[in-house]
């Protein structure tokens, strides 16, 4: 029985699957699922707030490797607890050495890449919808190398 890491099967293995530049998306409950077979979408949530959006995220970074974050502005003026954590966490991790790179882009733009940008050649592999109830609660990993 496993009983560390990502316990939840199938983000497990799509977590393993992931290559260099693959996205991963991280959710607040009311973020819509992209309606397309490109992006493998999972719904982790069990009731409101659980599992919290940042907890889903710490757990996804103990095994993943990134170089680079995507975060909406929204989330620092709307969510400012949210992008604090986030900031926190991150500011921990290394790639190769190096401090991870944030990108922050408008909403609307992130919810596009979130939601087509497999369908235009971007690498969105997988989506993950947490129970949080906290707007602009939402993450891309951009998945990187540790070599």
Do not use: W
């Not at 490797?65 to 929204?74: H, N, Y």
């Not at 991870?100 to 609307?108: L, R």
């Amino acid at each position: 029985m496993k009983t560390k890491g990502i316990l939840h099967n199938d983000l497990a293995r799509e977590v393993a699957r992931l290559g260099h530049g693959d996205m991963l998306v991280i959710t607040d409950r009311g973020f819509p699922f992209p309606r397309h077979e490109n992006t493998i979408c999972i719904d982790v949530s069990v009731g409101r707030d659980l599992p919290r959006f940042v907890d889903v995220v710490k757990v996804v970074l103990e095994e993943l490797e990134i170089e680079k974050v995507i975060i909406a502005d929204e989330t620092k003026s709307v969510s400012p607890e949210i992008y604090s954590q986030l900031k926190d966490i991150v500011s921990q991790i290394k790639n190769k050495g190096n401090d991870i790179v944030e990108e922050n882009i408008p909403h609307p733009e992130f919810k596009d890449l979130v939601l087509n940008g497999s369908l235009q050649g971007k690498e969105v592999k997988v989506f993950v919808k947490t129970g949080e109830f906290t707007p602009y609660a939402n993450i891309i990993l951009v998945s990187g190398v540790d070599f």
